[in-house]
């Protein structure tokens, strides 16, 4: 998977549900609220489908996450449009579920 204007952009079904992210107003790191950061990261949605009809919203995952070896938590943003309900998920490394086990590791 390749980065679009420097994000992993995810698309899924419909999102009817929203709890857990937060207005990006709510993120402590200022760079996440710039317009440079916010043009760039709304560029990367509308080349993926988005027609930039909702809020963008965000929320900080832990390391176990990401396929980068890290120990920080890190913010994932999401969008979902109004007509249809289709979301994305961009986030400026790629998600990884390989870290996490289901069950008990042998």
């Not at 790191?29 to 930039?52: H, I, V």
């Not at 919203?57 to 920080?72: A, C, I, N, V």
Request: hydrophobic share 35%; glycine share 8%.
């Amino acid at each position: 998977m390749e980065p679009i204007n420097g994000f992993f952009v995810y698309s899924y079904g419909h999102n009817d549900g929203v709890k857990g992210w937060s207005p990006l107003e709510c993120f402590e790191d200022a760079k996440y609220r710039s317009p440079e950061f916010l043009e760039k990261l709304t560029s990367a949605l509308k080349l993926c489908g988005w027609e930039a009809d909702g809020a963008l919203e965000g929320m900080m995952l832990p390391p176990l996450f990401s396929s980068e070896p890290d120990t920080q938590w890190f913010p994932v943003f999401h969008a979902r449009q109004k007509s249809d309900g289709s979301s994305w998920i961009a986030c400026e490394r790629p998600l990884s579920f390989e870290n996490l086990w289901i069950g008990k590791p042998v």
